[in-house]
């Protein structure tokens, strides 16, 4: 069994380890695990995903102002949804989360940071393109 944490409600979910998946809906609101787009998180729930978390939690640290980072937007969601449940993609707003970008030393954006069981593991700066963004990934899954 592994351990995720729902995308739309937070509650942490226990699920069979699986190469692929048809289905799987979350305990608690029944909304489908499977919906692997990126979410946008604050303190609150970028805590609860990375410390409880058994998959690669991959972090887009991006802002609004920053061109680069809307530019890879699409490329980290698609990367996203074709790696489906083997990680789970979150994105933090630096403006708006500035005790997190802080607390991981963000210097420029946009940055992907890899976490597993809770600690950073690694971490990326500047934009990639989709595969450039799946390659890095291979390593951890
Ligand atoms: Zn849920």
């Known amino acids: 069994m592994i351990k995720i944490v729902c995308p739309h409600c937070l509650q942490i979910n226990r699920i069979p380890l699986r190469e692929s998946y ?24 970028f805590t609860k995903h990375i410390q409880n978390s058994d998959i690669p939690v991959i972090v887009d640290f991006w802002a609004q102002w920053c061109g680069p980072c809307r530019m890879m937007a699409p490329a980290f969601e698609s990367a996203a949804l074709k790696l489906g449940l ?18 991981f030393s963000i210097k420029g954006i946009p940055t992907i940071i ?12 500047g934009a990639l393109s989709e595969n450039q963004i799946i390659n890095w990934i291979r390593k951890f899954i």
Not at 31 to 44: A, F, I
Not at 86 to 103: H, P
């Open 22 to 45: 048809t289905k799987a809906n979350c305990g608690n609101c029944k909304s489908s695990l499977l919906d692997t787009k990126p979410r946008d998180v604050n303190y609150t729930s």
């Open 114 to 125: 890899a976490f597993k069981d809770g600690k950073e593991i690694d971490k990326v700066s």
């Open 86 to 103: 083997k990680t789970r993609f979150l994105k933090v707003n630096t403006e708006e989360n500035q005790t997190i970008a802080g607390q």
